[in-house]
């Protein structure tokens, strides 16, 4: 089975700053997706960036990036330029390919991102 | 466009009596799965269903049951309510079509508290 692993409960972020959260995982696949999650207080999961572990170039959404290290197991999120509004819960979330939907995916436990002034 | 709704968005219960949450998926979507969030921890997938079918099943107790209609709109039962099953119950619906790269899109959940 595999495991995700998120070990910052909390971060905290100046606006306008960079922080980058950390995610690793578990598995014995070869392929598979990654991806990040962002829950505000509303409590909608939304998806932020998605990775295809086949590809090597990392995926970059306007000021959301990830730095995917597929040998290490490593997939780090990195806001850049942050705003208020990017205060919330970050999930770190992984998908076999062998479940041959879109529906099952394994969740870390989370990140509370703060961004003050 | 109206996307995934969820109702409703609070309830209480007492242990032992049972519960039932409905989900409505995004217009255009079929498939529809059903998460577990319990209290600072991240979803848990319970199951999936699809043409009115369970098609993939999550470590949860047979208490656990669902539903799909004609209409692709889906409910979560569950039975003989526990303490530790209270939690946030999200909805999440995609298109079967697209397979492995469909985009899950997640409902606002509905928060059960049991006493």
Redesign the interface.
């Known amino acids: 089975a595999q495991t995700?692993t998120q070990s910052q409960p909390e971060m905290s972020v100046q606006e306008a700053e960079t922080v980058t959260l950390s995610c690793t995982y578990d598995t014995s696949e070869s392929d598979y997706?990654l991806f990040w999650y962002k829950q505000p207080p509303?409590?909608?999961?939304?998806?932020v960036i998605?990775q295809e572990a086949y590809k090597q170039q990392n995926a970059t959404e306007n000021r959301f990036s990830v730095n995917f290290q597929k040998a290490a197991k490593s997939f780090s999120l990195k806001i850049s330029d942050s705003q208020l509004g990017d205060a919330a819960m970050y999930?770190c979330?992984y998908?076999s390919?062998s479940?041959?939907?879109?529906?099952?995916?394994?969740?870390?436990?989370?990140t509370r991102l703060q961004v003050t002034l | 466009d109206a996307g995934v709704t969820q109702s409703p968005t609070h309830l209480i219960k007492t242990r032992g009596q049972q519960v039932t949450l409905r989900c409505s998926p995004k217009s255009g979507h079929d498939t529809v799965s059903w998460y577990q969030q319990a209290l600072g921890q991240g979803p848990q997938f319970i199951f999936q269903y699809y043409e009115e079918e369970e098609r993939q099943r999550g470590n949860f107790p047979d208490r656990f049951s669902g539903h799909q209609f004609p209409n692709y709109s889906s409910e979560l039962n569950v039975n003989a309510l526990l303490l530790g099953d209270s939690a946030l119950y999200l909805c999440a619906s995609s298109w079967a079509r697209q397979g492995n790269t469909g985009e899950l899109f997640f409902g606002e959940g509905s928060r059960l508290t049991v006493l």
């Open positions: 995700v997706y509303s409590r909608q999961m939304i998806l998605r999930f979330a998908k390919l479940t041959g939907t879109a529906s099952k995916l394994t969740f870390g436990t989370g």
